[in-house]
């Protein structure tokens, strides 16, 4: 009897513990806000504005900003302050129909005018918190803030903005930046933003609200997290989830991913779970641009040779021309390349051809990632030959051959081609937006570059309305749960338009916090069985490459090693030192990373290599890219000790 009570005083001591433990890992504020992107930031300085006392923001990563650390942070709006400044004349409905227009009207038009008129005042925001004292890139050339952006279509009004952040090692986007400064003051000290903890699970309570948030924190224990008023997700897109865009698009799975990899859209599968509407054809809305470099696999950046501005050509891997090249309808050119195996491209040119496209001043890419000596020289493949140049890209000779030899032709005779191409003087001069010049393919030497169709944003998401409120299966409101940014689906139609990327999240960020303060969550609410839109085996993880493991069972020979990679705008060199067979010291002695995403991968990999004497470590959420790549040259150096 007496060990019985012993073991029963142990079991009840035991429970004790777990609720003592579970209660002192509740957290409480007003609003909880999952993701620390544009959405998030916005909303937690909205709710703060509108009365919240306090407010938590969930962030999977160790900084802020979500996607405005991989975006130049272009911004737009209509009859703004800016515009007046420029002696501008706009119109918010123009604004509207040209968003419309951009999107192949399949845009929702009213969530497309709630964000153009809300757009006005976030931009007067962000002017009045800093925004006028900031270099917009136009100024030198225009003297005036506004522009045409040609990365999108093109709009019929000026009304795009491009400052730049004042500090560029820090922040890409003057939005973000702007938004951090804000945060910071005493006014906003009600918020606080919990790092590198990931939100797993959305929790109903009786009453049907969403209003509890369990994740898990930087070191490993779970946390519920308890919101008085409204949950707001802002967990961003899919953009960084190849398996989840593969399931949406034809060749999804071969896209390049050029934002983070923590767009990995779990935050809409959450909403999901707890019976969100989810379009699957708005998933399929995912737009690209027809000039990705592969840094790493699967991974790249934006850098296109545009040598076809001056007589080049892009060839798919059949060795076909698939569009016009200088076409000034840029969605023309990106779902075409969507559409070619494998999403990928040859951009085909001549010794002529970069000649004249650094006289067009057209060749900026060139410049900073190509051309000789410059980091992505190696991706240039060259020979004297176009049946050698196709036999080093691996595809048929035959037809590229043909391929430029009906394209040479069309120059010689000035006829316009298949694809609409024109060649002759007055259409260059009507083309001026794209400054072509005419050449034939022809000369001493043919080059290559591949790109491949990028991604760095998704239009799929779960379903809200203007005030940033969840709809169910049903199209009814999900008590307490709001949703804000690209988690977001079927706002801007198949195609988005210019700085609806940056201003997109800021603007319905504002909407969800001020509706959210504003509402009481209703009662006697019931769950809808969720639609099976999102499946649990788009965000299984593959295991890690053999070139990232390596067996410490071998014996290391001591000294110092040292290897280099591809990073992304440069080569990566790591040193590694072993000392009585261990790893000793890892060292990141050459880099070419974004720092304001890198630097927590830079500083904690390296080390925690040594810690664990093996490359066999979890890499930093958000730079898992920059992990890898430290653990991939740490690999080589230890090959090297092993030899």
Known sequence: MKKLLTIMLAVLLAALAVAASAEDNVKNADIIIVGAGGGGLSAAIEAVNDGAQSVIVLEKTGKTGGSLNFTSGSMSGAETVIQKIDGIEDTKESFVQDILNNGAHLGN??????????????????????????????????????????????????????????????????????????????????????????????????????????????????????????????????????????????????????????????GIYMMQQVGANIDPTAMSYIPTFPMGHETAPGMGVIASSYMWKAGGISVNQEGFRFANENDADVVARETALEEQTNAIQYDIFTDKIIEDTEALNASVFWNFYYAPGKPYNSAVVCADSLAVLAEKLGIPAANLEATVKSYNEHVESGEPDEFGRAYTEDAIKNNSAYCAAINKIEGEHYYAIPLKALVVMTLGGVSTNTDGQVLDVDGAVIPGLYAAGECVGGIWGRFVSGGTGVMGPIVFGRLAARAAMATEPATGYTLKTPAAVITEDMFAKDADSAESLFDMSQTLTDGEYEATVDGQEGPMTVKVTVAAGKIAAVVVSENHETQAVAAAALEKVPQAIVDANSVDVDGVSGATLTSGRIKDAAVKCLTQAAQ
């Open 109 to 266: 038009e009213a969530m497309i005018r709630a964000f153009v008129d809300e757009d006005v005042d976030a931009i007067q925001w962000l002017w009045d918190n800093g925004l006028s004292e900031y270099n917009f890139s136009s100024m030198k050339t225009t003297g005036k803030h506004t522009v045409f952006a040609p990365e999108h279509q093109l709009y019929s009004v000026a009304r795009t903005y491009k400052p730049s952040a004042n500090d560029p090692t820090r922040y890409k986007a003057a939005a973000h930046e702007i938004m951090d400064t804000v945060l910071a003051t005493d006014a906003y000290k009600g918020v606080t933003i919990d790092f590198n903890t990931t939100a797993n699970q959305l929790v109903a309570n009786e009453q049907g609200q969403v209003l509890t948030v369990l994740a898990t924190d930087e070191n490993g224990q779970t946390v519920r997290y308890e919101a008085k008023k409204a949950v707001i997700m802002a967990t961003g897109g899919y953009s960084g989830n190849a398996k989840m865009m593969s399931a949406f698009a034809k060749n999804g799975a071969n896209y390049l991913v050029g934002g983070s990899t923590a767009a990995d859209g779990y």
